[in-house]
């Protein structure tokens, strides 16, 4: 059983008009749980949902664990993207505290593949350190990637 941490578009909007989020860089998981729009605790990762998604009016680009077909719909109609992508623990750890790793003297991990069950419910493997710029989403990747 997954315990994905909830998060839906207004309160993400919110903090856009808030200042907290700066709309033109790529929100990942780790800007979500630094500015507070989800708790401390990230079990599984984060889900968008659809909830406030009329408050989106500016392209935003989002990576996250799961979405829902609401919140895709509508963050793709104001000219952004969502990636769904895998971490595994580890992984969350390095993209949630960084600097854990650093003061152990340690290098990052490399970003894990997902397991075969839920190869079709990610778009990519995340990426470790956080990114800030987001990938182009074309449809020739998605393509050669289910070859």
């Not at 599984?44 to 919140?71: K, Y």
């Not at 509508?74 to 623990?89: I, M, T, W």
Request: without cysteine.
């Amino acid at each position: 059983m997954s315990l994905w941490q909830p998060v839906g578009l207004g309160k993400i909007a919110t903090l856009i008009n808030a200042g907290k989020i700066d709309s033109s860089e790529l929100i990942t998981m780790k800007t979500l749980k630094d500015t507070g729009a989800i708790g401390k605790q990230i079990k599984d990762g984060v889900r968008l949902m659809g909830r406030g998604a009329e408050q989106i009016q500016w392209p935003i680009h989002l990576e996250v664990s799961r979405v829902t077909v609401r919140a895709k719909e509508a963050v793709e109609a104001a000219g952004g993207s969502v990636r769904r992508v895998y971490y595994n623990k580890l992984g969350f750890r390095a993209l949630l505290k960084p600097e854990w790793f650093e003061k152990k003297g340690r290098l990052l991990p490399k970003a894990a593949r997902p397991p075969p069950k839920q190869k079709d419910k990610v778009d990519s493997i995340g990426r470790l350190p956080a990114p800030t710029k987001p990938i182009p989403f074309s449809t020739e990747d998605k393509e050669v990637a289910s070859t």
